[in-house]
């Protein structure tokens, strides 16, 4: 882990989980707190919704701090993926059609994915306990954030390598892989760095997904968690750098829906 002011290193089909998911644990609540503390991952368009913020603006390559470090990681999760394999599921996809059958199916299908990230969340905290591993500080370009593989290969992380938990989880679940992103979070009262999964129903508001709980503990919208600020939205192949409403140059460049 890195300290506050810079960025740090974060980490299955379900069976693949369970098997790999079954050791650690002791001071958990203490080790949350040096995960935020320390950071577990730390920078700031799409235009601000209710959230605030604009997540899917056009990353600062000069300024933002974990531009390479994202996209270092990037590469490696493309390259060097687990032995198993993600299927992509087939996914009702809601469209701007009329017909009420289709938006029905469309609110059931929210609904249902909405109780699974529930589901998805309770379990992953649940395991980051028994598998979390505490990160001293050290320097930031030198401690990489473990891939999916390494996760699994290590069968433990801080909270840069636990966040995967619920990432993995929810794309085997069938969720739409363009509505799935990471993302650095900052706690603005000190500074501290998190990482966690942000499902993006909606472009402006996502849900927070946190594999830890030092975010949130329940699935929320960001707009419910004051005093956080995004600083870096990425998956495998797209990174964005999160704007605030106040930002004069925010440029909506359109978002996971193409909207």
Same mark, same amino acid.
């Given at each position: 882990m890195a300290k506050a002011t810079g960025p740090s290193s974060y980490g299955v089909s379900?069976?693949? =989980? *369970? @098997? #790999?998911? %079954? &050791? *650690?644990g002791t001071a958990f609540a203490v080790a949350v707190? !040096?995960?935020? @503390?320390?950071?577990? @991952? %730390?920078?700031? !368009? %799409? =235009?601000?919704?209710?959230?605030? #913020?604009?997540?899917? %603006?056009? /990353?600062r390559r000069q300024t933002d701090p974990w531009f390479e470090k994202v996209r270092e990681w990037q590469v490696r999760e493309r390259n060097d993926r687990p032995d198993t394999s993600f299927p992509e599921? =087939?996914?009702?996809?809601?469209?701007?059609?009329?017909?009420q059958l289709r938006i029905k199916m469309g609110r059931w299908e929210t609904t249902e994915r909405l109780a699974m990230a529930r589901r *998805?969340? $309770?379990w992953a905290q649940g395991e980051? +306990?028994? &598998?979390? +591993?505490? $990160?001293?500080?050290? $320097?930031?370009?030198?401690?990489p954030w473990p891939t999916t593989k390494d996760l699994l290969e290590t069968n433990g992380d801080d909270c840069d390598g636990l966040d995967l938990i619920a990432y993995e989880l929810?794309?085997?679940?069938? #969720?739409? /892989?363009?509505?799935?992103?990471?993302?650095?979070?900052r706690r603005n009262r000190d500074g501290a760095n998190h990482m966690v999964t942000l499902w993006f129903d909606e472009d402006e508001d /996502?849900?927070?997904? $946190?594999?830890? !709980?030092?975010?949130?503990?329940?699935v929320r919208r960001f707009s419910e968690l004051p005093g956080w600020t995004p600083t870096a939205v990425f998956n495998e192949r797209e990174q964005y750098t999160p704007r605030s409403a106040t930002d004069a140059s925010v440029a909506r460049l359109g978002g996971p829906h193409g909207k």
């Open positions: 379900y069976t693949r =989980a *369970v @098997a #790999f998911l %079954s &050791h *650690v707190a !040096g995960c935020c @503390a320390l950071a577990c @991952a %730390s920078p700031t !368009g %799409s =235009a601000p919704g209710e959230s605030g #913020f604009a997540f899917f %603006s056009e /990353p599921p =087939a996914t009702l996809r809601r469209k701007r059609q009329s017909g *998805v969340a $309770d980051a +306990r028994r &598998h979390y +591993r505490f $990160d001293p500080p050290t $320097d930031a370009a030198s401690d929810l794309r085997q679940f069938g #969720f739409p /892989p363009e509505q799935l992103f990471r993302a650095v979070v /996502p849900w927070v997904i $946190d594999s830890i !709980g030092a975010m949130t503990f329940k």
